[in-house]
């Protein structure tokens, strides 16, 4: 900074300083500064100006060709960069601190760009800029020889990173040809790092953050031979943007995302050091179905296979893996993972980084928009993503766990109601909202109602926006639907239409929250929880909805009645009320009394895209909201003077978060594959080249499923009848979960959950070969299990003789007898 100063106070008399970077320039630099030297000797650009050529450690005659022109004309002078060539970087930073000028320019020793173009720049500067950027890809810039296809294609590509992750709305931010403040550009120069190409995206990010204006200027720009740019300089460029955005993070920010990495660690602790041998019982059978799709998608990929169906469960039928939310914006990217470490450990590091994504998404949508202290903003992305729900869902459902796609769509449907950029936003927002559909449409559908709910509250509150953001925004909408829909078109129509597709798939009547599920707490609120109250008013463990807490609830009427009257509290506790209701399902039976009132969830259930949502799940939508209400009364209560004040407020966020502090979630010893599966013995029974399957008994279904990692394990050397999955039924095709059940596997599964073996004689036998021939059956595999001799008896009486113990489980061969 000492050096700026001095230049600063020397300035006076330089009105322009021209800063030429150079390395192994002799045959290119001297007709460069003879046209500088002439255009600003015959001009009125600048009364009073010098050159400032800076050689960054040249082998050749660089430094004597500046030399000569410097014995003709003292304007022009020669800083050295050193012995060895550090890059652009160093060279640009060295010359603008040794400027002295009132405006600096900087201007590559090719001249790509015309010195006569600098009027152009001036008049930008004169307009009350502080910098004005060269551009080649301005309205109104000309190209007179362009580059080799190859760079120019890579330098567009870079300069759209660089637009998405250091300084937005700059199209061209390498172009050589830049006009500076003088003082303003000394003292970027002086705070800059980087000493590679990167420098350009440094300095404009310093301006941008200082606040002072920069305009892109269309120029003439011609590519001139012998560039000094190498391919090794693309990757260089991306390696130093990284640095930069490293090191734009804040302390605060970076604690933060390190937090909520540690917060998932610590839930998911019971199977992070033992994935493959640690099992979430609360899970129920999700885990081994998730898993399963990890894997089949892994091994279409390497099969070269339709990643959207499969024969490996339920044959002969199949599955339709795109109605089956596989995930497959992860399990895709994430196949070479699943293939060398196993599905299990590729699900624990989903459901890990997944949920420590959403946090951090949600912590910078609320930075951004909602509360600028970053305290604030921690407690309240920490209430959206480990609320009880979600924990309830991070026993084995990543699709609703892995949500850091949600808060970028919420941001980018906010910036279309500025109107400032609704073409690049509509188009950003097509992307994002087609990517998110492969990791999870019910959440997607779920954050639309949120984000409509929200939207309808504000719009009531604030006319005014409402209008002026209501155009813009529709615009941008529809550019939205016009880049996504086609990119999502195939698999959706896969999905509703294609083979194994289903319609509706009903829930049961207790799908809706109970209105004390909204008050209670879950099983896994370490200090307040109550499995049996939670198991009483959900559907099951992985489905726990609501349970928020009766404190946090208190707490969250507490701050919209003393701060009602900003309008993002009112629609905040809109969106919160409403969907809390919603969640209730089509009817609300009020607790203690046999009254049952019609739910408003009545106008929706039935409807297509909702008639197989889960309504309960609709209580999520309150996560992110009540986390928003928090930070909101979190910010505020930092800015009271009042100690008292400030102590009881957060005293009381205290003692409502508290109770619903997470426990880690449970994990058991898993089972053992049995060897029968796991050394390949299964291959001497089953000869998969001929279409045989190998039949579980009984067959694996929704409550008992762990023949699907018998099938990982023998990397899909079989195809297996039944299973666990969402499927048609009769000619209405209702989902259901599973296979179509025939009459030997329901007997089956009759025997299995009741220990009854009924009296099978001729017609049952009879019907069990039917049902053999349909599978392709090659051997039944009965292992240990609960009621496994009634099962055996059954199987026995089934195939006419008994099994034979292999491998630890019971087989029987079908290729032998009759």
Known sequence: MSTALKAGGAQASVDLSVVVPAYNEE???????????????????????????????????????????????????????????????????????????????????????????????????????????????APG??????????????????????????????????????????????????ASRLDGFGIDVEILRYFRRSGWPVVEVPVRWSHQPGSKIRPSDYARVLGELAVLRARSVRPADAFAVAF?????????????????????PDSLQDQNQWEWFFAVTADNLVHLRNPLFTTFQGFPD????????????????????????????????????????????????????????????????????????????????????????IPLIIDRALRLCTGARTQRDGIVLGLMVAYQIFLGEEPLLLAAMGMLLFAAAYGLVRRDAARASLRPLLKGLGIAVLVGLPLAAFPLSWQFFGPQSYGNIAHGDRAGNSPLALLSFAERSLLAGDKERADALSLNSTEQNAFYGWPLVLLALG???????????????????????????????????????????????????????????????????????????WERLTAVPSLGTRYTGFMAITLALLPIVPAPLKSVERAEVPAFIADGTWKSYVDAR?????????????????????????????????????????????????????????????????????????????????????????????????????????????????????????????????
């Open 260 to 280: 909520f990495l540690l917060m998932a660690v610590a839930l998911h602790i019971g199977r992070r050091l033992d994935p493959n041998g640690r099992y979430l």
């Open 141 to 190: 810039a000309s190209i007179e020889h362009h580059q080799h296809r190859l760079r120019e294609t890579l330098g567009r590509a870079g300069n759209l990173l660089i637009r998405g992750v250091a300084v937005p709305g700059i199209r061209d931010t390498q172009c050589g040809f830049k006009l500076f403040d003088g003082d303003r550009s000394r003292e970027a120069f002086a």
């Open 559 to 633: 701050i919209v009645v003393r701060l009602w009257e900003h309008a993002l509290v009112k629609a905040l506790a809109f969106t919160a009320v409403a969907a809390a209701v919603l969640s209730l399902g089509p009817e609300i039976r009020l607790p203690r009394t046999d009254l049952v009132l019609p739910g408003p969830w009545t106008l929706l259930a039935g409807k297509p895209l909702f008639e197989s949502v889960i309504e309960g799940r609709i209580a999520m939508i309150c996560a992110p909201v009540l986390g928003m209400l928090l930070a909101i009364a």
């Open 690 to 818: 001929a279409g045989e399957t190998l039949v579980p008994v009984p067959l694996p279904d929704s409550g008992n499923a762990e023949a699907l990692r018998w099938q990982t394990t023998a990397g899909f050397g079989f195809r297996m009848p039944g299973g666990y999955f969402n499927g048609p039924f009769g000619e209405e095709r209702v989902g259901i979960y599973g296979a179509v059940p025939r009459h030997t596997s329901k007997l089956l599964r009759d025997v299995r959950y009741s220990g009854k073996v009924p009296v099978i004689g001729v017609n049952w036998r009879a019907q069990a070969r039917k049902d053999f021939a349909y599978w392709h059956a090659g051997a039944l595999v009965l292992r240990p299990q609960p009621y496994d001799e009634q099962v055996r008896e059954a199987v026995e009486k089934l195939v006419g003789r008994p099994g034979k113990w292999v491998g630890g489980v019971w087989v029987w061969d079908l290729h032998e007898g009759d």
């Open 27 to 137: 045959d290119r630099l001297a007709p460069t500064l003879d046209s500088i030297i002439s255009h600003l000797s015959a001009s009125e650009a600048a009364a009073r100006w010098e050159v400032v050529v800076v050689d960054d450690g040249s082998t050749d005659g660089t430094a004597d060709v500046v030399a000569a022109v410097t014995a003709r004309d003292a304007r022009v002078q020669l800083v050295s960069g050193g012995p060895r060539n550090r890059g652009k970087g160093h060279a640009l930073r060295l010359g603008v601190l040794a400027s002295q000028g009132r405006r600096v320019l900087l201007t590559d020793a090719d001249l790509a760009a015309p010195i006569d173009e600098l009027e152009r720049l001036d008049k930008a500067l004169s307009d009350g800029h502080t910098a004005a950027i060269g551009s080649r890809e």
């Open 318 to 405: 199949g599955v339709n893996l795109m109605a089956n939310t596989v995930m497959l914006g992860l399990s895709v990217p994430l196949a070479p993972v699943t293939l060398a470490l196993g599905p299990a450990v590729t699900l624990a590091l989903v459901m890990t980084l997944g949920l420590a994504a959403t946090a951090a998404a949600w912590y910078w949508l609320i930075v951004r928009r909602v509360a600028r202290h970053r305290g604030a903003a921690f407690a309240g992305a920490a209430l959206a993503a480990f609320a009880p729900p979600m924990v309830s869902h991070a026993n084995a459902h990543p699709n609703f766990v892995v949500l850091f796609m």
